[in-house]
């Protein structure tokens, strides 16, 4: 049975936050930010708009391009950590807009491996019931997360959303194969509040913080140990991959790796200096963003890792 990806979208705010902007909130620079993670401008949710939002028309214009109609679809599972509503999951609210028919729907929260995991429990559903098209989307509104009086953290997030089409019916693209993994050991070392938090007046431990060291070390050697072992699963050599996008986190963490793995025939795909670091939604963005570039016959490596601490892998055949 092969099962593979029919469509890509994204969308993302009009609103655009440069590191200008930022210069003129807290204490930092063009120049910091640049040298720092390499990001010089996100989008930003505004208020009156909703993540939802632009989940849906990401979702839609996957569906375009896979010509899927509405009424095909058998699942939507979102990758989220920022819905607009606790309930219902983003999944349905997406299904909603779409006006699909009796589909199941869920939302899944791996922080920014979750497009990862979300594509691979659609590949486990497809193998295993009769269910032939879906959609795997992601919104990530990061803006409500972080605190802008932070100069650390506040320069490293955007918003964003996106979705892939998957499908078994003559899949053009194939999903080879997944990968899923966690150290729960680091669990601490990427922490967002709840509810609670800002309910009892603990807006500090609400935001967004993490150990940039450890999570430094972890993204470098994860991202090399998937370069290996993912294409390994289906008797590809590590060199014979093509493109690699990864999430876009940082800078640093993308050409600390790359200037092991990186080639003339293997190119890492990075968006992060136009988007910041927008979660789960970074390897969804930047993967239907290349859409074009691929050609008949290239191997993609698809990789998240982030909070928990997880991680995530996909390789594709174009």
Same mark, same amino acid.
């Given at each position: 049975?092969?099962? !593979?990806? *029919?469509?890509?979208?994204?969308?993302?705010?009009?609103?655009?936050?440069?590191?200008?902007?930022?210069?003129?909130?807290?204490?930092?620079?063009?120049?910091?930010?640049?040298?720092?993670?390499?990001?010089?401008?996100?989008?930003?949710?505004?208020? !009156?708009?909703?993540?939802?939002?632009?989940?849906?028309?990401? *979702?839609?214009?996957? $569906?375009?391009?896979?010509?899927?109609?509405?009424?095909?679809?058998?699942?939507?599972? /979102? +990758?989220?950590?920022?819905?607009?509503?606790?309930?219902?999951?983003?999944?349905?609210?997406? #299904?909603?807009?779409?006006?699909?028919?009796?589909?199941? $729907?869920?939302?899944?929260?791996?922080?920014? +491996?979750?497009?990862? @995991? #979300?594509?691979?429990?659609?590949?486990?559903?497809?193998?295993?019931?009769?269910?032939?098209?879906?959609?795997?989307?992601?919104?990530?509104?990061?803006?409500?997360?972080?605190? @802008? /009086?932070?100069?650390?953290? $506040?320069?490293?997030?955007?918003?964003?959303?996106?979705?892939?089409?998957?499908?078994?019916?003559?899949?053009?693209?194939?999903?080879? $194969?997944?990968?899923?993994?966690?150290?729960?050991?680091?669990?601490?070392?990427?922490?967002? !509040?709840?509810?609670?938090?800002?309910?009892?007046?603990?807006?500090?431990?609400?935001?967004?913080?993490?150990?940039?060291?450890?999570?430094?070390?972890? *993204?470098?050697?994860?991202?090399?140990?998937?370069?290996? +072992?993912?294409?390994?699963?289906?008797?590809?050599?590590?060199?014979?991959?093509? @493109?690699?996008?990864?999430?876009?986190?940082?800078?640093?963490?993308?050409?600390? #790796?790359?200037?092991?793995?990186?080639?003339?025939?293997?190119?890492?795909?990075?968006?992060?200096?136009? @988007?910041?670091?927008? /979660?789960?939604?970074?390897?969804?963005? *930047?993967?239907?963003? +290349?859409?074009?570039?691929?050609?008949?016959?290239?191997?993609?490596?698809?990789?998240?890792?982030?909070? !928990?601490?997880?991680?995530?892998?996909?390789?594709?055949?174009?």
């Amino acid at each position: 049975m092969e099962i !593979g990806i *029919a469509g890509a979208g994204f969308a993302v705010p009009q609103k655009v936050l440069t590191n200008q902007d930022l210069e003129k909130m807290v204490d930092t620079s063009d120049e910091w930010i640049v040298t720092r993670t390499g990001i010089r401008e996100r989008h930003i949710v505004q208020p !009156g708009e909703r993540i939802t939002d632009f989940a849906v028309d990401a *979702a839609k214009k996957a $569906c375009e391009m896979a010509n899927f109609k509405p009424e095909e679809l058998d699942f939507i599972i /979102s +990758s989220t950590l920022t819905p607009d509503r606790i309930s219902p999951a983003q999944a349905f609210e997406i #299904a909603k807009n779409l006006n699909v028919k009796r589909p199941f $729907c869920f939302d899944l929260n791996a922080a920014c +491996s979750g497009l990862l @995991y #979300a594509l691979a429990a659609a590949e486990s559903f497809m193998k295993t019931g009769e269910i032939k098209k879906g959609l795997v989307t992601t919104g990530e509104h990061i803006s409500r997360l972080t605190d @802008y /009086s932070d100069r650390n953290s $506040c320069v490293l997030f955007g918003d964003a959303a996106a979705a892939i089409a998957i499908t078994k019916e003559n899949p053009e693209h194939l999903l080879l $194969c997944t990968e899923l993994g966690a150290d729960p050991s680091l669990a601490d070392e990427v922490v967002i !509040g709840g509810v609670g938090d800002l309910l009892e007046g603990r807006k500090a431990d609400f935001y967004f913080h993490q150990n940039g060291k450890v999570v430094f070390r972890f *993204a470098v050697n994860i991202i090399k140990e998937l370069f290996h +072992s993912v294409p390994a699963k289906v008797g590809l050599k590590p060199e014979q991959i093509r @493109y690699i996008i990864t999430h876009q986190a940082n800078s640093r963490i993308i050409e600390s #790796a790359a200037k092991e793995l990186a080639s003339e025939k293997t190119e890492f795909i990075v968006n992060l200096d136009r @988007y910041g670091n927008t /979660s789960s939604a970074s390897v969804g963005v *930047a993967f239907a963003e +290349s859409w074009n570039r691929f050609q008949k016959g290239d191997y993609i490596l698809l990789m998240g890792f982030g909070a !928990g601490l997880s991680w995530g892998a996909a390789l594709l055949e174009w």
